[in-house]
Each structure stands twice: as C-alpha cells, then as structure tokens.
C-alpha cells in the first residue's frame, strides 16, 4: 500500500528519528552519575578541611592578617531585550482539497397509501312539504280549524296562505247568547333580488261576537239583535334594501291600507306609510323614520279624518362594551275637529355590559303619540259601542331603566322601573246613555294619567327539554279627573312551561293571574241611579295542551282550558267560558 504524500509534522515520526533519540537518552544517564560523583567527591574534601581548621584553631595563637587590594567591584548595566515571544504554528495549511460527494437514490420498502382530501359537508336540508292542516272539536260546540299551504325551497321566491276558523255555540247560564267566530285569511308572497326583497301581503279578517252581557229573566232577545261583526281587508307592500356597503343608504318601506266595518254600517279607512332610512356617518350610524297616517271614519251621520306625520331622526353609536341611541321625534297632528298640533318628544337609549353580558344596565328617555281607532279599541275590548269617542293617547315623556342579562348559557332576565305621563289615556266603562234597557256595551273615555310601572321576567331552558318563561307587570295609576282606572288591572302575571320528551311528546302549561280592577256601574239608591266604581276581584286561569307526533306526517293534541273551572270577569257583565276542552289532530295532506 503506497503511503500518502500529506502528512502532519507532529504526528507522523520516521523511524532514523526513533534510533537518534534513543542513543541520546544514554548518553543523559551517563553524565548525571557523573555528576553525582564529582558532588561527593567535593563534599568530602570540605568535611576534611573544616577538621583541619577546628584542630589548628586549638593549637595556635591568634593571628591577625591584613590583606590590600586595588580591586573595586563593579555592576554593569542590565541590558534589556526586546525580543518578543513568538509563537510558530507547526501546522501547516493543506490547499487545493476538492470534496465530492456522491449521492445514490435511497429506496424504500414502506409504500405510502394515498388518503383522499377532507371536504366540509353541509348539513342535509330538512324536506320540507307543502300543507299542514291542523282540526279539532271541543265542548260549548267549539270546531277548530287551520290550514297552511306553502311553497317549497326556492333560491328568489317565497309565498304560501293560510286560513283559520275558530268559533264557540255558547250559551251560557243567566246572561245572553255568547257565540262567537273567528276566521282569518292570509296571502304572502317575497321576492328576492341581487339589493332587494319586495313583500306582499292580504289579510282578510271576519269576527262576530254578541253583546251577551245582559239577564235573559228581564229580557228576551234574539241572536240577531245583540250580533256584531268586524270586517278587515288590508292589503300591504313592502320593499327592503339590503346593501353591504356602508356607503349606501339602507331603507325599509313599508304602505299599507285597510279598510274595517262593523254590523252597524260604521267603517274606517286607514293608509299608512312607513319608512326608516339608515346609514353610517363617521362611525355613527344615522337613522331617519318617517311615517304618514291618514285615517278616515265614517258612521252613518257623520264622518272625521285624521293626519299623522312623524320625522324622527336619531344616531346610533356604540362602544366596546355599552350603545346608545339619542335622537327627537316631531310629529304633527291634524285632527279634523280640532286645531293642528306639534308634538316633540325625546329619544334616548342606552346600555352598558358591566361583566360579559351577565349585569347590563339600562336606561332610556322616549314619548309619542299612539292613534285611537276602531281597529285598536275593539281589538281589545269587542264590546264597545259604534258610537265611540275618538282622541289620540299622547305619552309625554317615559323615563325607564332597568337590569338585564344572561345568568348563564340558559338563563336570562330583564327587570325594569318606568314613569310616564299621559296625556288623553283611554278607559272603558259601561255606556248607559244609550241602549238603556240592556246596558252591556261600552264606550271609551280619557283623562291625563302618571302611570308608575315595575315588570320583569326571566326565562331558563333546561337541555332543550324544558322551556320556562315568568313574566310579571305591577301598575300604578294616577287620574287627574277619573277616580279610578277602569278596567286597569293592578298587576298581572304570567307562567308558562313547555316539556319536550324526544320531539314525541310535547306538554305545554300556563297560567294567568290578572289582579283586581275597578268598573263604573250604575247603583240604585232611593229610586236614584248612581254610578259608582265596583271592584271585581282577581282573575286566575290556568291552561295545559299535550301534543302526541305519531310520526312526521301525523299528529294528535287535546287541550285543557279554564282547569279550576271559575267564572271570571274580564270585563263587567261578560262572564267566561267555565272548563272547556278540545282535542284535534294535526297532518300534512301533501
């Protein structure tokens, strides 16, 4: 094997140089036994001449010796040197190395098996049908019935109708003929485009009830003659934007007409217009409503119009953690038996989450006026007279506030204190000026109220099987003119309670408690007739419906009304319906 021509000075030693070193460690050895005698050698020759001296010095007198010399010794100077250490690598720099590396493909035994990429998969869409009809049959003579017709999934149109009827053969003891119907008719259709949706609806309404509310022992009197009926067709469009651009100027509006009439030839024509504008100035979002309200009302001598403008615009801001809105609505009233009048009031809201949605504090400052129509009045009392009093309820100002929040994932609260002053607040009470023999309808009056209000309510769900909702308002009137609110209960509370068990059994619970209340009705004192408040005590009502799925296509329910089986007055002289029931079933024709 050839021996290579580079090598390292330090490690690599021929083997002459091996020989050379040897021969010089001997030669070592010798000249330090050398040495080693010669110092011996010495020693003994100054052992032997210091015993000479001790016996001379013995033997012989002192001798006193003075010696002379020239001889100055001298130091010479230290030279320095200069010379710095150096240090002489002994390793020397090997040039002009060329590495090269020779790579060979490594090939394995493990195949790789390809896997197919993750895809998101929607969830499947529920199939949806086309009708649902809902019929049942109670006691008191009481059929049921309503049906859905609707179209299916479509990516631009949306439209369906829906029909109802609900009436009662009634005959309840020591008072007239209580029969009722209800029926309803509705047409709805949207339209989606790339910016807008535009809405259609046409509600038709029917209902007839009877002025029940008098004693067959005095009187005898037929259905026809206590009959009255309400007749509703309103037609409504609606247009809404829906642009992502915080440039544009979003906007909803919304014209409605209806036209109302009632047994007694007295009708009401209504249009209204209602619009909101919005967009964003800065970052504040700017608001701007405006409605118009005409209203026409006709009975058979007579006949009034009323106009309502409203311009209400106000910002909208928000921070991290709280949002607030401040603006002022102006709203003109042009009453055609009275005088123009401006009305101004204030708008102001604003909350503030104190620790992730748990406390949010809130407050508010709002008002307006709220127009008193045939439409609204008997939809909350049927019983008023046709001839009524009309005049709008003007809310001055409302000051509110309360606390909100979710207590957890499934709880949540609202607990809220108001004042407002009313000016023009209505109340219902017994007309005896005219019918006089049966006095069971009634008429509206007003007077300005404070109304001091306390409500709340919380609602829990409990792992989608059991949903709870209390409610509960607490009322304080007080009537510059009136001495009493009629009609006005006090308080009022509401429990309700559904039960889901595994989308097969639906149990449903509530419960109505309405506090007592005061009625103007007429005394007879010394063959003189006084009118004079009367207080009707409290009103419980507790209601429970259980639904049986027998599958997606079929269904079957019975509901409990009135379980305590009381006789209770919401208004005076109008007794309820004591325990009724109803069971029906529910399916899907196509």
């Known amino acids: 094997m050839k021996e290579s021509k580079y090598y390292h000075s330090d490690t690599i030693i021929s083997s002459s140089k091996y020989g050379n070193s040897y021969m010089y460690e001997q030669d070592q050895q010798q000249q330090k036994k050398r040495i080693r005698k010669l110092q011996w050698f010495f020693i003994f020759i100054l052992l032997i001449g210091y015993v000479i001296a001790a016996l001379a010095q013995t033997g012989l007198k002192d001798i006193e010796l003075k010696a002379t010399s020239e001889f100055e010794p001298t130091i010479k100077d230290a030279v320095k040197l200069n010379d710095l250490p150096e240090i002489n690598d002994s390793v020397k720099k090997i040039t002009g190395i060329n ?40 006691n008191y003579t009481t059929p049921y019935g309503e049906f859905w017709l609707n179209s299916l999934r479509t990516k631009d149109i949306v439209y369906g109708a829906h029909l109802k009827h609900f009436s009662s053969s009634a005959h309840l003891k020591d008072v007239g003929y209580s029969g009722f119907s209800d029926n ?30 008098y004693d067959t022992v005095e009187n005898k009197l037929t259905r026809d003659f206590t009959r009255q009926r309400y007749q509703l067709i309103e037609p409504v469009v609606t247009v809404q934007s829906h642009y992502t651009d915080s440039n544009k100027i979003n906007h909803s509006i919304k014209l409605g007409y209806h036209n109302l009439k009632d047994f007694y030839k007295v009708s009401e024509n209504n249009i209204k217009l209602n619009t909101i504008f919005n967009t964003y100035v800065n970052k504040e979002r700017l608001f701007v409503l405006f409605d118009a309200d005409y209203y026409n009302h006709k009975i058979p001598n007579d006949t009034f119009n009323d106009v309502i403008i409203k311009l209400n615009p106000y910002f909208e801001t928000h921070g991290k953690k709280w ?16 005088t123009p009048r401006f009305y101004f009031h204030p708008r102001f809201n604003a909350q503030y989450d104190v620790y992730e949605s748990i406390i949010i504090p809130y407050v508010g400052i709002v008002g307006g006026l709220n127009k008193n129509s045939l439409r609204s009045l008997s939809a909350e009392n049927p019983f008023i007279s046709s001839t009524i009093n009309y005049k709008n309820t003007n809310t001055k100002i409302n000051i509110f506030g309360g606390l909100k929040g979710n207590l957890s994932t499934n709880t949540s609260y609202d607990a809220k204190a108001s004042y407002s002053a009313v000016d023009s607040m209505h ?7 005219v019918n006089g023999i049966l006095d069971n309808q009634y008429k ?16 829990h769900q409990y792992k989608e099987k059991i949903n709870f909702i209390a409610k509960g308002n607490y009322y304080l009137y007080k009537t510059k003119n009136l001495t009493r609110p009629y009609h006005k209960p006090d308080f009022d509370l509401t429990f309700s309670a559904v039960y889901n068990l595994k ?16 009625a103007l009705t007429k005394v007879t004192d010394n063959l003189n007739d ?21 599958s997606k296509m079929l269904s079957f329910f019975v509901n409990f009304n009135n379980i305590a089986n009381t006789r209770y007055y919401r208004w005076e002289k109008y007794p309820s319906q004591r325990f009724n029931l109803m069971a029906g079933l529910t399916f899907i024709p196509f």
């Open 99 to 138: 590495y090269n590396i020779s790579s060979m493909p490594l090939v394995s035994k493990y195949e790789v098996i390809a896997i197919d990429a993750a895809k998101m998969q929607n969830e499947p869409l529920t199939k949806l049908y086309r009708s649902l009809l809902k019929v049942g049959m109670g």
């Open 184 to 213: 309803e008719g509705e047409l709805y259709g949207k339209k989606f485009y790339k910016k807008h949706t535009l809405i259609g609806e046409f509600n038709y309404k029917r209902n007839m009830v009877h002025f029940y509310g």
């Open 323 to 338: 949002i607030a809105d401040i603006g002022l609505a102006a709203t003109l009233d042009i009453f055609s038996e009275q």
């Open 427 to 433: 109340f219902f009470v017994i007309d005896y000026t």
């Open 444 to 459: 509206v009056i007003y007077d300005n109220t404070n109304l001091f209000t306390v409500s709340g309510q919380i609602k």
């Open 503 to 518: 989308n097969k059994i639906i149990i449903r619970g509530d419960i109505f408690v309405i506090g007592n209340q005061f």
């Open 530 to 550: 006084e009118l004079q408040p009367k207080l009707m005590k409290g009103i419980v009502d507790a209601n429970l419906g259980a639904e049986y799925r027998y």
